[in-house]
């Protein structure tokens, strides 16, 4: 497996609560995306970052927030967790520009969360 | 919207049969394509990509493009059961963004 690392593997939390997911990677790699993968659904982006402090939406971001202060740990926070955000939560990187035609995603372990 | 469309299954075949996957998008824009394999409970990995029309071969596997039908596909020739998985189908569209199916679930059984 590529060296990247998802904390927690799982998390069960209540409704309201702030919960944030770590990813951290030792390839170096400028991209990170977080996932999340529901059933019926497939994997769908939630935010990505294309370096230090430069991250943007994606098609699921409401409710979720992202940091990236180094280039080695993207987190991502749901502010106020709710039931709808129960999911597997998945982080990629990638070496590649997206679009780039080399582009490969290499995906963590993921995070079950629970939103009770 | 743009989509990237999977039956989901299940798809069972025999062990030693080929496999046969199927994917359809609807941006025309889109360029470059790719599978994904998903065992239950672990994470995705590449397995083939493919930008230009016709065929693309790496060992038991075969991906197919036809651009003029939005449609590619994933051959599994020679099917063993430890090719029992999801297969995910992601497309980049012309929006640069990398869009998934929701993956066909694949059975081999021995």
């Known amino acids: 497996d590529a060296g990247i690392t998802q904390s927690p593997r799982h998390k069960v939390t209540e409704t309201g609560t702030p919960v944030t997911l770590r990813c951290h990677q030792t390839?170096?790699?400028?991209?990170m995306y977080w996932y999340r993968q529901d059933p019926g659904h497939g994997l769908r982006l939630i935010h990505y970052?294309?370096?230090?402090?430069?991250?943007d939406k994606g098609e699921v971001s409401d409710g979720y927030s992202v940091s990236r202060s180094k280039t080695e740990d993207f987190l991502l926070t749901l502010e106020s967790a709710t039931s709808s955000q129960t999911s597997v939560y998945f982080c990629?990187?990638?070496?590649?520009?997206?679009?780039?035609?080399?582009?490969?995603?290499?995906f963590g372990s993921g995070t079950q969360l629970s939103v009770l | 919207q743009k989509e990237v469309e999977q039956n989901s299954g299940p798809l069972s075949v025999p062990e030693g049969a080929i496999a046969s996957l199927n994917c359809t998008y609807s941006?025309?824009?889109?360029?470059?394509f790719f599978w994904y394999r998903q065992y239950s409970g672990k994470s995705p990995e590449l397995i083939m990509s493919?930008?230009?029309?016709g065929d693309k071969e790496d060992g038991r596997f075969t991906a197919q493009l036809n651009k003029a039908s939005q449609y590619v596909s994933l051959l599994i020739r020679d099917s063993q059961p430890s090719d029992s998985a999801t297969y995910l189908c992601?497309?980049?569209?012309?929006?640069?963004?990398?869009?998934f199916g929701a993956g066909t679930r694949l059975t081999v059984k021995p």
């Open positions: 990629a990187i990638s070496e590649f520009l997206p679009g780039a035609t080399n582009e490969k995603l290499f």
């Open positions: 390839e170096n790699h400028r991209y």
């Open positions: 970052s294309y370096g230090v402090k430069d991250t």
């Open positions: 941006d025309r824009g889109s360029q470059s």
């Open positions: 493919i930008y230009s029309n």
């Open positions: 992601a497309v980049i569209d012309s929006s640069n963004d990398m869009r």
